[in-house]
């Protein structure tokens, strides 16, 4: 690799490493996905937090996976020794490991009971996947002094003591270590439950909690009136909203957006009903259905006789399993009926419609796939062997199944969910968090089901953010539609059950949080309706009315689209586009210049994708990636919007049989940071020749009219981050809390003094001229169409160029003035937002000394005798004075350092300068 293709990779990693420290948020947006403006909001809060401590509770289907993924890039980016523990309901355990490949550089292994304890060099850091239902055993429980983050999602799911036990572990408990960053993801959070509150609450508020607790106050209920304190300092000029948000609002880490906020980002939702006639033999069910209703009484809907009258519809089998329950056993003649009815096998009416209504698309397009619920096992299996009968076409492996949570495994969800079949028939027990909208875009509820959480969670399956969606938002498009086809036999208890749900608006739009007494409210709206009671319409309007989040949101922390948002988010996605070609025009360059062998194979699946390797002859490679050799390649995707869909963690290339890993060429994949960061190294190591490189340009056009002409490219970098780094960093003797702190500082300050490059090109006639070069001539310069010339003889002929050094200095004195001017306009935001910032740690600390003074309190006035349990008591309130005054001196400490770096920042004008400069050949 000769000198100048030395330089021009050199120029695309400066670009890259200030991308990470400007547009990319620290390397956030370096994550394989589009980066929507809800999701951007959520993050710029997070960042500008002293801690990441939060309950992502954005509606189900807005990204909250894609979230998680960015904070952890920015978290690993800066201490790749960080050890993640991500806990999940098993079945979408995969999904995530997934997830982590494909779009956030981590290679993450799921944990069984199998595994033994590993050792884990020091300096080490990993990501561990551990199924829910594990976290209190060995050896897959998340200890924080194996973990220094945990993320737990869909925490509703969990059980309640495993939720209690893992938010214990997330607080200060005396020289116990605790985790020291924690996302919670889920968009039904449970708030309205104290039990659950006091588990979601203590695991992203300790301090506030541990007041609470100390006060025998529930920890919600406490920070609500806590809130409302500090909102009276508010009113009266003490305390400054942006300080309030931050340190005492009730959602301070509570982070909801809905679709109402951001219309259109979600695709369009067409809700279709079929009410089936019933047949003659179908009278005695629903005559039996609906006399057994009247009888439910006030019976919970998971209780006798609601769960048997819900399989009136379901497959045979399943029928005679319940009919002999003793909720039919006031009427033996009806019962007697069905079962006569049944054994003579007449026929199913809502089969019919079934078949009627697939017919009806495949008429239309014979490729539509279509995901149908069923109620149970039986009726999914009853279902598969019918169709497949009944449509020659998916009789082989055209249908894929997902039976009950206890029938199928993990390998069956992944491999249905993947699969190519046309029809997917699974029960109606779905795991939050699995994507089906890769699968389908539409869904029928063979079966009704009669929980409104239910019907939401699989509609929200579908209902979800995907590929090409911020595009069409952008150009105020729709994303797309889902059909949701409800079937009902008429005058039977789930046709009342569905009007009871329509007057809810669960199939057109996703619930708001539901908390046990509003889900009681809904389910108790079902089952009146089910038994045929007038009132159930009037309390469903009432409850409509009702329905929230939970919490009311503090002033100023609803965001919602505007022209200011639209524009952040263009000037974003516009940097991301760029970024993309200009990675692509790198691994093209790298392999033309013979640093490292490149193509751009399709895999066997049609995703197109890139390869690196060493090249034959080792010494024309300037790098030392990894494991690379010239025998393996390194399989790199570089556009985000051409992930397979669904993704998937490795490709098959042609002539393999094999998948490989395919990693993402972005901020946050260790290679990529590698090569950027040697590539960079090796262009500050590079002297400024005055002899141009002679060179030609394979773009025709642009070579007529520059021959013999001097391009001199210049690309300067105001780099803030270095001097960030070096006066942010953390101490060895920084209690956990103080050096928890200092890296939010260093995130909050990166916010406020993004790092910046410019480029500038200068196009030098023979007889003086100079003319600014444009944007093409540029990029042309930096990519494989600018080919050095390899006739030494040509080279020696090029005069050198005296004046470049003139030129150089008076483009760094314009870019320096340039850099001043961002300067001045920075300051004064940085200095309202450090005031604001000085009020907040302030507050903070004050309420971390409150909770020690209660716990020193609570120790001294034990009524104990025992003397050595007044010594271990007095030592215990010892302990907690000394945390209070570390807490105390690194707040100080903190605040002070961060008024040096601030003051040094807005002075900072230093910039590093790199120039190409060639001569352009016939």
């Known amino acids: 690799m000769n000198t100048f293709h030395l330089a021009q990779s050199g120029f695309h990693a400066l670009e890259r490493l200030v991308a990470a420290e400007s547009w990319e948020m620290g390397g956030a947006l370096g994550v394989a996905a589009d980066p929507y403006p809800h999701q951007i909001e959520n993050l710029r809060r997070i960042f500008d937090d002293t801690e990441i401590r939060h309950l992502l509770a954005d509606e189900v289907g807005m990204g909250k996976t894609v979230q998680a993924l960015m904070i952890l890039n920015i978290l690993r980016r800066r201490d790749p020794s960080l050890r993640v523990a991500i806990v999940a309901p098993e079945r979408i355990c995969y999904q995530w490991q997934v997830e982590l490949s494909a779009r956030g550089h981590i290679a993450a292994r799921i944990l069984t009971d199998a595994d033994e304890e590993q050792e884990h060099p020091d300096g080490e850091g990993y990501v561990h996947l551990i199924k829910a239902d594990m976290v209190r055993r060995q050896p897959a429980r998340p200890s924080p002094e194996d973990y220094d983050m945990l993320i737990v999602d869909e925490i509703h799911a969990m059980n309640l003591e495993d939720a209690a036990f893992l938010s214990s572990l997330c607080r200060e408990r005396r020289d116990a270590p605790r985790f020291r960053h924690v996302l919670l993801l889920t968009a039904t959070p449970r708030l309205g439950n104290p039990a659950w509150a006091r588990a979601v609450i203590g695991a992203i508020e300790p301090e506030r909690s541990g007041i609470a607790n100390l006060l025998d106050r529930e920890p919600l209920e406490f920070i609500v009136e806590d809130a409302a304190a500090a909102q009276a300092r508010v009113s009266d000029g003490t305390l400054s909203a ?7 609002a009730v959602d301070r880490r509570i982070l909801r957006q809905t679709r109402s906020q951001w219309p259109g980002i979600a695709p369009t939702r067409k809700v279709y009903t079929v009410r089936t006639a019933p047949s003659d033999a179908e009278m005695p069910k629903i005559l039996l259905q609906n006399a057994a209703c009247r009888e439910g009484r006030d019976a919970p809907m998971d209780a006798a006789p609601w769960l048997q009258c819900r399989q009136m519809f379901r497959a045979g089998s399943s029928l005679r399993d319940v009919l ?22 007449p026929g199913n009416a809502l089969f019919d ?68 079949s046309t029809v997917l028939i699974m029960e109606e027990f779905v795991e939050a968090g699995l994507n089906l909208h890769d699968f389908a875009a539409d869904m029928i509820f063979y079966n009704l089901p009669w929980q409104a959480s239910r019907i939401d969670q699989l509609v929200g399956r579908l209902d979800r953010l995907r590929a090409g969606g911020l595009s069409a938002y952008m150009k105020d498009r729709t994303v797309g539609t889902i059909g949701i086809w409800r079937m009902v036999v008429a005058a039977s208890a789930d046709e009342r059950v569905l009007e009871a749900l329509d007057l809810l608006d669960v199939f057109e739009q996703p619930l708001p949080y539901l908390d046990e007494a509003l889900s009681q409210r809904i389910d108790r709206i079902v089952t009146d309706a089910a038994a045929g009671r007038a009132n159930f319409r009037q309390a469903a309007y009432e409850l409509k009315r009702e329905l929230s989040f939970g919490l009311n949101p503090s002033v100023g922390s609803v965001v919602s689209a505007d022209a200011d948002t639209s524009d952040d988010l263009s000037r974003i996605v516009g940097n991301i586009r760029a970024s993309e070609h200009a990675g692509n025009a790198w691994l093209r360059l790298l392999h033309v210049s013979g640093a490292l062998k490149g193509g751009f194979p399709i895999a066997n699946d049609g995703e197109r994708v890139a390869t690196l390797s060493l090249p034959p002859l080792l010494e024309n490679c300037p790098y030392k990636l990894g494991a690379m050799t ?11 919007d051409r992930l397979g869909k669904p993704p998937k963690k490795d490709v098959v290339l042609p002539k393999d049989r094999l998948g490989k890993r395919a990693r993402f060429f972005s901020t946050g994949d260790e290679l990529h940071d590698d ?12 002297p400024i020749s005055p002899i141009p490189v002679g060179v030609h340009l394979s773009d025709e056009t642009l070579t007529s009219g520059l021959v013999g002409k001097t391009l001199i490219l210049i690309r300067s970098a105001w780099r803030p981050s270095l001097l960030k780094d070096k006066q942010l960093r953390v101490r060895d003797d920084d209690a ?12 909050w300050i990166s916010m406020l003094f993004p790092d910046a490059v410019t480029t500038r090109c200068l196009v030098v006639s023979a007889d003086g001229t100079v003319e600014v070069g444009t944007d093409k001539i540029a990029r042309t310069l930096l990519g494989e169409g600018c080919k050095p010339t390899t006739n030494r003889q040509i080279q020696k002929t090029i005069t050198p160029f005296r004046e470049i050094q003139k030129f150089v200095s008076a483009l760094e004195r314009e870019m320096t003035q340039e850099a001043r001017l961002r300067l001045g306009n920075l300051r004064e935001e940085a200095a309202v937002a450090f005031s604001d910032r000085r009020q907040i740690l302030t507050s903070e600390t004050e309420t971390y000394i409150r909770w020690k003074q209660l716990s020193i309190e609570q120790l001294r006035s034990r009524n104990i005798q025992d003397q050595q349990q007044i010594q271990m008591n007095e030592g215990q309130a010892a302990a907690e004075q000394r945390r209070m005054e570390a807490r105390i001196s690194g707040m100080t400490d903190r605040l002070r350092n961060l008024e040096d770096v601030l003051a040094n920042l807005a002075h900072y004008s230093t910039l590093e300068t790199f120039v190409i400069m060639v001569r352009v050949l016939p």
Request: aromatic content about 6%.
């Open 324 to 345: 002999r329950h003793r909720t039919f056993a006031a009427h033996p003649d009806l019962r007697d009926e069905v079962e006569s009815t049944l054994s003579r096998n």
């Open 242 to 248: 942006a300080a309030y948000r931050t340190a005492f």
């Open 736 to 747: 956990p809390a103080v050096r928890v702190g200092r890296l939010s500082d260093r995130r």
């Open 675 to 686: 090569l950027v960061h040697q590539a960079y190294a090796t262009l500050k190591a590079g």
């Open 353 to 420: 419609e079934l078949c009627d209504v697939l017919l009806g698309f495949w008429q239309k397009n014979p490729e539509r796939r279509i995901i149908v619920v069923a109620g149970d096992t039986p009726t999914v299996d009853m279902l598969e062997r019918r169709l497949s009968d009944m449509f020659p076409h998916l009789s082989d492996g055209g249908i894929a199944t997902m039976r009950g949570r206890h029938n199928t495994d993990l390998v069956d969800v992944v491999g249905a969910v993947q699969s190519e």
């Open 630 to 640: 010239t025998r393996e390649a390194e399989v790199f995707r570089w556009r985000r």
